[in-house]
């Protein structure tokens, strides 16, 4: 099951894509939040641009959160950060619409904007920190590799393949 594309074999934009969504995706199970399907198909918005792919994320939780604005805040800065795991760096123009949904949640917490960044800076690290673990790193790469390869996938097989990895490190 955990087959990867050779790296000569593959569309690195596609791939960095997949990455990024597959690092909202895990990061959405991990603070609780369902996963719907994610995609790396490109679409229209209705506000004008375009986005490369996306990760629907339920209403609800499946289990407590200590701070659910800073979940959010975490799932959207996931999908960066699962994309360095790929390209090695942060892409932030590619994260543009996603760093400024972090910082419009994040905003009401912080007095000033120095506040805001150094708030945004604290959760960019927890959710590095998240994704770093041996399973979420594994759970990343094969969904990227599923996502790569049907373009879309459902939660259920997000779910599944998240419950692979973090057996595979158990």
């Given amino acids: 099951m955990n087959r990867r594309p050779k790296h000569s074999d593959i569309d690195t934009g596609r791939m960095a894509t997949a990455y990024h969504e597959a690092g909202h995706a895990v990061m959405a199970l ?58 090695r760096r942060y892409s932030p123009d590619g994260a543009a619409q996603d760093l400024r949904m972090a910082q419009r949640l994040l905003s009401d917490r912080a007095g000033s904007e120095r506040q805001l960044e150094r708030l945004l800076t604290r959760v960019l690290k927890k959710t590095e920190h998240v994704l770093a673990e041996a399973a979420h790193v594994d759970a990343i790469a094969s969904i990227a590799t599923e996502l790569y390869e049907k373009e879309t996938i459902s939660g259920r097989a997000v779910r599944q393949l998240m419950q692979e990895a973090e057996h595979r490190h158990s």
């Fill in 30 to 87: 991990a603070v609780g939040r369902p996963v719907e399907k994610v995609t790396i198909i490109a679409a229209a918005l209705q506000t004008g641009g375009s986005r490369l792919g996306a990760c629907k994320v339920q209403k609800g939780r499946s289990k407590a959160s200590k701070d659910g604005l800073e979940d959010e805040a975490m799932i959207l800065l996931a999908g960066m950060v699962g994309e360095s795991h790929f390209t």
